[in-house]
């Protein structure tokens, strides 16, 4: 794993049948991060995206699944954004309620 996106994207890979697509996991837990961006198929990708969580303090893991050549050179800090996004909306609508 590597603590930056621009680390992460020093080792690349090609990702051929049957593991082709691209899969970036982002786990943090308080200021630590790790990052893995590796090759598995597409079920795999996204059987693991929809258990991806992440609490109200930022920490847990997130999973982005792509396929086109190149597609997740930037997906950790994009993952690190739309969560950034849920979690907002999320307090938001609690502020809402109450």
């Known amino acids: ?27 943090t837990l308080g200021y630590m991060k790790a990052i893995v ?4 198929s597409s079920s795999t990708c996204k059987g693991a995206a929809s258990t991806a969580s992440v609490d109200a303090d930022g920490n847990g893991n997130t999973i982005n699944c792509c396929s086109y050549d190149m597609c997740n050179m ?9 969560t950034a996004l849920l979690l907002l909306t999320g307090a938001v609508l609690l502020l809402l309620t109450h």
């Open 1 to 27: 794993s590597s603590t930056t996106n621009e680390e992460c994207n020093q080792k690349s890979e090609t990702c051929q049948q049957p593991l082709d697509t691209c899969m970036t996991i982002v786990d």
């Open 37 to 40: 961006k590796q090759c598995a």
């Open 74 to 82: 930037s997906a950790a800090d994009s993952v690190h954004s739309h």
